[in-house]
């Protein structure tokens, strides 16, 4: 699954949804506007440094191309051995 932010049609759009090895958030192009950037990447990361974004399995759960789709659990359950100290266990790096 790749969660792809857009700058230059300030879009979020995931990709390849049933691919849970793939999980990751890319940034495409160059934001003017830094506030922008951090709006987008707040609809679907609790939080975020320059290399991890922490995904909310909610968010990601009420995503309409996501919420019928019966391999989520799964996912969530083969992140669980690399949950980090101190992150709370409804966020999923990436």
């Known amino acids: 699954m790749i969660i792809r932010i857009s700058a230059p049609s300030q879009t979020i759009e995931i990709d390849d ?3 849970f090895r793939a999980f990751s958030v890319r940034i495409e192009g160059l934001f ?14 609790s939080s975020s440094d320059r290399e ?4 909310s399995e909610k968010v990601l759960r009420e995503w309409p191309q996501l919420s019928a789709l019966s391999g ?22 990436a």
């Open 52 to 55: 991890h974004a922490w995904i």
């Open 32 to 45: 003017d506007d830094p506030a922008v950037e951090a709006e987008l990447l707040g609809r679907v990361a």
């Open 17 to 19: 949804a049933r691919n």
């Open 72 to 93: 989520l659990d799964m996912a969530f359950l083969a992140k669980q051995p690399f949950r980090t100290a101190g992150i709370p266990s409804h966020l999923t790096r």
